[in-house]
């Protein structure tokens, strides 16, 4: 009888303690818990941290995040107002709201993720429907810089920079605003919404780039030919100067050659005016020359007893 009594209360204790751990849940800081009895939500939602019990068994504690929420949009194609048809892909940050809400919405993180795809994806495909290509590219509408100005050489600003009205950031709002209105009928609270990418189509943009390659080439060949010209100019330039400079130069040594001449043929003039015998001298001498330069090394010279020259080396030997 005592064994069985000591079985008996062991059974009891073990069951009081299974029901003890059963009933005792633990909230954490960034967790909120829904109580449902027989799959029925029961109470309101816990957001309290610590230890909370429950009955065992016939309740259930349903966890849910309070932090921040990530959804991230697979990328469509969707056609623009201007029927341009582009790749967008977006993103969004949302949160818990409602827990009471969300549970009976759409019960878990997985039926959430798939209400904001629906939301989401349809509210982006009317935005980008209903404006151009330029206002959902743009968001403001900055004053162009000046190398780009200057590539532009005379196109109409206002045509290749036309103005915006309302621009991507305030797309971005409008479709975070109306999308708002329907998660919150979920429970869930849309915190953000941002275009991740835009891009075109594949096929447009192959020729998109073959533009711009074409259009930077345009630029690269006026830049390179207006260097050129540049460096012509300025070759152009040294050469001028650079005659100025000789010419100059030989100005000037032309003039100091004239002045030694005139001051050579003043000291010539004045010691042949001095005395016959240097005059004689330097005719004798001025000959010489005139022969040295006229006749080669091969050259006989016949002198005539009546030349000039004869008479000059025949009055130098003292004859």
């Not at 993720?113 to 939301?119: E, K, M, S, V, Y």
Request: aromatic share 10%; glycine share 4%.
């Amino acid at each position: 009888m005592r064994n069985k009594s000591s079985l008996f209360i062991g059974i009891i204790s073990l069951l009081v303690l299974i029901a003890v751990i059963s009933s005792a849940y633990i909230v954490n800081e960034s967790e909120q818990v829904i109580i449902t009895r027989f799959g029925k939500p029961i109470g309101n939602p816990i957001v309290t941290p610590g230890i909370h019990f429950k009955l065992p068994l016939i309740e259930e504690a349903n966890v849910f995040e309070k932090r921040f929420l990530e959804w991230d949009g697979d990328a469509n194609q969707i056609p623009t107002k201007g029927k341009k048809f582009i790749w967008v892909d977006t993103y969004a940050r949302w949160r818990i709201h409602d827990p009471l809400l969300y549970f009976q919405r759409v019960r878990d993180e997985r039926g959430a993720q798939a209400r904001l795809d629906d939301i989401l994806d349809g509210e982006t495909r009317n935005a980008i429907a209903n404006h151009t290509l330029r206002e959902i590219i743009r968001s403001t509408n900055r004053k162009p810089s000046t190398t780009e100005i200057d590539t532009l050489q005379e196109a109409d600003l206002s045509t290749v920079f036309p103005k915006i009205k309302i621009g991507r950031e305030k797309i971005t709002r409008e479709i975070l605003a109306k999308a708002s209105k329907r998660t919150m009928e979920l429970g869930i609270e849309l915190l953000d919404l941002r275009f991740k990418r835009l891009n075109y189509y594949e096929d447009v943009r192959k020729k998109v780039y073959e533009r711009m390659i074409t259009e930077r080439k345009r630029i690269a060949d006026k830049f390179r030919s207006e260097g050129q010209g540049k460096a012509s100019k300025i070759l152009g330039d040294k050469e001028r100067e650079l005659k100025r400079i000789q010419s100059e130069a030989y100005q000037k040594s032309q003039e100091i050659i004239g002045k030694a001449d005139a001051k050579a043929t003043a000291i010539y003039a004045s010691e042949y005016n001095r005395n016959a015998d240097t005059r004689d001298f330097y005719k004798f001498l001025k000959t010489l020359e005139t022969y040295q330069e006229t006749f080669s090394d091969k050259d006989f010279l016949i002198l005539s007893t009546k030349s000039d020259i004869f008479k000059l080396l025949e009055k130098q030997n003292g004859k």
